[in-house]
């Protein structure tokens, strides 16, 4: 067998722990640039307007750490499935604060990755809808399935709430 | 999937327990409860609604970036300075009617600690405003003068 036909069979093997990591690293990484600089992840959570004022701050030191939980399990396979859970509840929060700052016509920063971050924009809802899809996948949730129209149907058919004869 | 929520229950836990020991121990603890009486505008809408009325302007950035460019009539107020130009600030800007502080961009926090400074010594929270996007959102507002150079 070739390297790349070794190498492909490798991903094919692997692709779940590969998948793991790298989502992983993204969050130990963005949990870090966090935790290092909370009042900055305060005012970027601020900006947002979706949490009383109240609860920004306590938001501002827990997120992070639940981010680096979260990313930190995905790492160790005997916790990955818990991990992959947080990751996909909290990419989509993520996913859902960033579309309202958007369709609220908000120009603030998305406080990702710490200071400086980017735009709150398409480009972070690319990046959290793909780690949204990424846990989906590692916590080995079900698809939505598409049906078929014949199956469509028959599943009217069989679930006829009014089994007796029709008028 | 019980055993599974258990984990990230105890994940969460994990990391609130953690969140609560290290601010403790920081040197400089974020306050638990956020206590700010700062408005904040983060939309040119927001802010342009705010401008029917005379509007004054406080640039928190330092002084290099003032020069470079800011607000036309804005006072130049860097958050390290704070303390030594509060007098100035008195004098030039009146303690009636809004003022609009903004610091470099949405993440800079010197707008803010001088938009709290000045609640703090004698502005009323009603007449202070934050402009969140900084001079970075500034700057993409076309109906907002700037100019270059020190202030008068």
């Known amino acids: 067998m070739t390297t790349g036909g ?3 069979q490798w991903l094919r093997q692997n692709w779940r722990a590969g998948l793991a990591w790298i989502t992983g690293a993204i969050f130990i990484y963005a949990a870090s640039t966090k935790i ?3 009042r900055d992840f305060s005012t970027a959570i601020e900006n947002y307007r979706l949490l009383p004022l109240w609860l920004v701050n306590p938001a501002a030191l827990f997120l992070p750490w639940a981010e680096l939980a979260a990313g930190a399990a995905l790492i160790f396979s005997g916790w990955r499935r818990a991990g992959a859970l947080l990751v996909s509840g909290f990419s989509c929060l993520f996913l859902l604060a960033v ?5 609220r016509g908000l120009d603030i920063r998305c406080g990702c990755f710490g200071p400086g971050g980017h735009q709150a924009g398409l480009l972070t809802l690319a ?7 990424a846990g989906w996948l590692l916590a080995e949730m079900p698809l939505p399935r598409i049906r078929k129209s014949g199956q469509n149907q028959a599943t009217r058919l069989n679930s006829d709430p009014y089994p007796g004869p029709h008028l | 999937m019980r ?8 994940l969460l836990a994990g990391a609130g327990a953690l969140a609560l020991g290290t601010n403790i121990l920081r040197p400089d603890p974020l306050p638990w409860l956020h206590t700010s009486e700062v408005r904040l505008l ?3 809408g927001e802010l342009a609604q705010l401008r029917t009325e005379p509007t004054a302007w406080v640039d928190a950035r330092t002084w290099e970036a003032f020069v470079a460019g800011h607000v036309a009539g804005a006072v130049n107020l860097p958050a390290g300075q704070k303390f030594q130009q509060l007098a100035r600030l008195f004098e030039m800007l009146a303690p009636q009617g809004p003022v609009v502080i903004y610091g470099k961009d949405a993440l800079d ?3 803010r600690e001088i938009a ?3 609640v703090q010594n004698g502005y009323a929270p009603e007449q202070i405003y934050l402009f969140t996007p900084g001079w970075d959102g500034l700057e993409k507002i076309a109906s907002v003068a700037t100019a270059q150079g020190e202030q008068p």
Do not use: H, N, R, Y
């Not at chain 1, 579309?99 to 369709?103: E, F």
């Not at chain 1, 990046?127 to 899809?133: F, I, K, Q, R, T």
């Not at chain 2, 055993?3 to 105890?10: G, Q, S």
């Open chain 2, 109 to 111: 926090a010197d707008g």
């Open chain 1, 127 to 133: 990046l959290d809808a793909a780690l949204l899809a």
């Open chain 1, 99 to 103: 579309l309202s700052a958007i369709l």
């Open chain 1, 36 to 38: 290092a600089d909370p």
């Open chain 2, 42 to 44: 983060a939309q040119a």
């Open chain 2, 3 to 10: 055993a599974e929520m258990t984990k990230v229950f105890f």
């Open chain 2, 116 to 118: 709290e400074f000045m």
């Open chain 1, 6 to 8: 070794k190498t492909v």
